[in-house]
């Protein structure tokens, strides 16, 4: 039951109208392998807004898109508000004017529900940091601990594409640890405290610092664990001393704040780097959304998948994230999809008859950078849904 077959699609696309290319974000998708010859010459070509003339009868990324919300299946993303907002205005219809009519028209258009794995990240498992390869490979980590003490855990098998596809198939190895860390060749370095918080650093590949995940885990880990004797240390001492109550309630609330700075009272932080005001994940910075490739179901931004999720107030902080990682769009969705299956894995337990959605407490909610509260997605009784979104919605379901 927690075996899953994985397929990811990369479709190279080409806006048709005039668009703003940043020279930052251009160099990130070079970076990374992105072929712009390709996606000049053999992009598939598509325009914003409404659709223009019968839709429905060409071969056509709008027509792909309504084929998903035909398909009545959840939808998943990381960080993925920006990328929703991509995805309605670039294949779908024109934006509506307001927030309230534009998640009606999600709650509609995805009524199995949308996923946001970077909630999920934080609210549900609680990790101490929550971008997209963070929470990939922490996710990682923990399922092979389970599958070798022969617990409940999570599979996923790929297809066995025949020789004369090789020509279509990119193949990315997704190791459990980087060979840096395999070889203990990346523990003499210092971990970046930046980018071990964000999953991104203003120096890029230029960082003389360490922007090994797993050696950054690694840390997390072992502070963790130091914390926790801690607390149980006290704790004992509490308990065998006579102490004055008001000394003791003095320490109690002590207690309480570190429990809230260990993210087991709110979202966890990490509290070295944590700056409220800018606490947007940099590293889940979309390119510019023109120039990127289609992602499949799932949204980082870093573009992780790239979830473009960069506030429009902090246009100083354009720089792109480390390019350490892979950084792809086929593997930043596969990488979403592999988090929302070892959560729901987690949390379903093993009674559950498949009915409802997969995860009451993160259906349809999106994470807010900067917020302890998600944007629901649900359709409210004081807003009604677009006049495009209504005519979609009839194409949809009467062709």
Request: aromatic share 10%.
């Amino acid at each position: 039951e927690n075996t899953y077959l994985c397929q990811i699609y990369n479709l190279t696309l080409l806006c048709m109208e005039d668009y703003i290319v940043e020279p930052q974000s251009v160099q990130f998708l070079v970076q990374h392998g992105f072929d712009f010859n390709k996606q000049y010459s053999q992009g598939i070509p598509y325009h914003k807004g409404n659709d223009k003339g019968n839709e429905n009868q060409s071969q056509s990324v709008r027509t792909f898109f309504l084929e998903l919300i035909r398909a009545k299946k959840p939808l998943i993303l990381h960080n993925g508000l920006i990328d929703l907002v991509f995805l309605y205005q670039c294949f779908y219809a024109h934006l509506p004017d307001n927030l309230g009519t534009f998640t009606a028209d999600l709650s509609e258009m995805f009524p199995a529900g949308i996923y946001d794995t970077k909630y999920a990240s934080e609210f549900e498992t609680r990790f101490v940091a929550s971008y997209l390869e963070y929470a990939y490979k922490k996710c990682k980590r923990e399922n092979c601990k389970l599958k070798a003490s022969s617990s409940q855990h999570l599979t996923v098998e790929f297809c066995n594409y025949p020789a004369n596809m090789s020509h279509y198939i990119d193949y990315r190895h997704c190791s459990l640890e980087e060979e840096s860390h395999n070889v203990g060749g990346g523990s003499n370095v210092p971990v970046c405290e930046k980018f071990s918080a964000y999953g991104w650093c203003p120096k890029g590949v230029k960082c003389p610092q360490s922007h090994n995940i797993d050696l950054i885990i690694d840390e997390d880990d072992k502070l963790w664990e130091e914390k926790r004797k801690k607390r149980k240390h006290k704790w004992k001492r509490r308990k065998n001393a006579e102490e004055p109550a008001k000394v003791f309630e003095q320490e109690s609330s002590g207690k309480e704040m570190e429990l809230a700075q260990n993210g087991e009272e709110g979202p966890p932080r990490k509290q070295s780097c944590y700056e409220p005001a800018a606490a947007m994940e940099l590293a889940e910075i979309t390119p510019n959304a023109e120039s990127r490739p289609l992602k499949e179901n799932s949204t980082d931004r870093e573009p992780e998948t790239g979830a473009a999720c960069a506030a429009e107030n902090e246009k100083e902080t354009h720089s792109p994230p480390s390019q350490v990682g892979t950084h792809r769009a086929g593997f930043d969705a596969f990488m979403t999809g592999y988090i929302m299956a070892y959560v729901w894995m987690l949390k379903k337990g093993k009674n559950t008859d498949g009915a409802g959605p997969w995860l009451p407490d993160c259906h349809n909610k999106l994470y807010l950078s900067g917020k302890s509260v998600p944007l629901q997605i649900v359709k409210s009784l004081f807003s009604k849904s677009s006049k495009a979104h209504s005519q979609k919605m009839k194409l949809a379901w009467t062709s």
